[in-house]
């Protein structure tokens, strides 16, 4: 992330660098909408580089903005907004529209991952009679949904394809969350991803970044 983050509805930067923003008494399976940001363990560079200030993605790079569009077609009651990938992080809106989260008939995927390149995972399908409901999807049921899936699919690059191993876990336990109060603020968080890419130099997840 880096230093200009997007405003709330009183023209303030309300998103510390390193701290989680979840609220000790929100309820995040209520509908509305989530920017999250979703980092690389030890900010390893996986997805792709930065040319001319824009995002050039590799073939993981490419599968994890695959698994992003695929949340939304997988559980009903869960959409997603505008989303980048960054050389080792994402941004995202999450938007849950419904308490009651239903799965299509693609099913709900195998999320069972070590997250360690060298052992045996799922293959990310679906295992057994798809369900028909599921309970209320929280955030960080989507977001943990997020990093398994893409988890096991990069596993399978680094078996199939050559990608660069990761080291024990693909990304960080922890992610960081706002929500998003009002139009505005969706905008501007919007803006924000979009550009993201352009501040790269600037960008703390860099790990050529120097103050």
């Known amino acids: 992330m880096n230093h200009e983050l997007p405003e709330d509805g009183n023209g303030k930067h309300p998103l510390p660098q390193r701290k989680s923003l979840r609220l000790a008494e929100y309820n995040y399976a209520l509908e509305g909408a989530y920017f999250v940001t979703v980092c690389t363990k030890d900010k390893a560079c996986l997805f792709g580089d930065i040319v001319s200030e824009k995002m050039v993605l590799n073939d993981a790079g490419r599968m994890t903005e695959r ?32 308490s009651t989260v239903g799965v299509t008939p693609r099913g709900c995927p195998d999320v069972r991952p070590t997250d360690n390149a060298g052992s045996s995972p799922g ?89």
């Open 67 to 98: 698994v992003w569009d695929e949340i939304s077609e997988t559980y009903h009651g869960i959409e997603t907004d505008e989303f980048v990938v960054m050389p080792n992080h994402v941004h995202g809106i999450i938007v849950i529209t419904g």
């Open 123 to 211: 293959d990310g399908q679906a295992q057994g009679p798809a369900p028909t409901k599921n309970p209320g999807l929280s955030l960080p049921d989507v977001v943990h949904r997020f990093k398994s899936m893409t988890t096991n699919r990069y596993i399978q690059g680094v078996r199939k394809h050559g990608w660069i191993p990761f080291n024990g876990t693909l990304w960080q336990r922890n992610y960081f969350e706002r929500v998003i109060r009002n139009e505005r603020e969706l905008n501007g968080t919007r803006e924000y991803i979009e550009s993201n890419p352009l501040k790269w130099a600037l960008d703390l997840e860099n790990p050529d970044y120097t103050s």
